[in-house]
């Protein structure tokens, strides 16, 4: 039995929400990874870029249903992790049956893209750069344990960097 479902969000469009509570930790969904966008398989008149997922090696996936309907949120409830090639939404904290599911598109985001945010969290961002990197560095620090294999690896000299950084400044405080 599913663990989803699609309805109107607050947030935006459509959204996916629990069909029953959910526990920290949990699996909420695995995200079908099917559709890979190539030059020889590109988007067809009927799938929406905005469908997409680009990863910074430059594959990108066309998101199936129902994770394509995952609304952004500066104060998420879920992250997404990759085991054994399969990428599954975790819940970050205890969900309520109902809930709407969010994530933040930040976390493992790069690139430039820039929009208005309209999550209406108490710790909304207003304007979000998709980029991990331009996060405030608080948040970068709160999200480390959060980001994908394949994404600390990709930038590993820049976490490594993050890593360094808030150390010294631990550091500093200490003393």
Not at 24 to 41: F, N, P, W
Request: hydrophobic residues 30%; aromatic residues 10%; proline residues 5%.
């Amino acid at each position: 039995m599913s663990k989803v479902y699609i309805d109107e969000s607050r947030i935006q469009g459509k959204g996916v929400f629990t069909n029953k509570s959910l526990a920290k930790g949990e699996i909420v969904l695995a995200i079908d990874d099917t559709r890979v966008v190539t030059d020889e398989s590109p988007l067809r008149p009927d799938e929406n870029k905005d469908h997409c997922d680009w990863f910074p090696d430059g594959t990108v996936i066309y998101m199936q249903e129902p994770e394509r309907y995952i609304n952004h949120s500066c104060d998420p409830n879920t992250f997404v992790k990759t085991i054994n090639n399969i990428r599954y939404v975790f819940a970050l904290r205890p969900i309520e049956k109902n809930e709407e599911i969010t994530y933040d598109y930040c976390i493992n985001g790069f690139g430039d893209v820039v929009w208005q945010c309209s999550c209406r969290a108490r710790r909304c961002r207003k304007t979000i750069h998709a980029d991990f990197f331009h996060l405030p560095k608080g948040l970068q620090i709160e999200y480390l344990p959060l980001l994908d294999k394949h994404y600390t690896d990709f930038y590993k000299e820049k976490i490594q960097r993050l890593v360094r950084e808030q150390t010294e400044s631990d550091d500093k405080i200490l003393k």
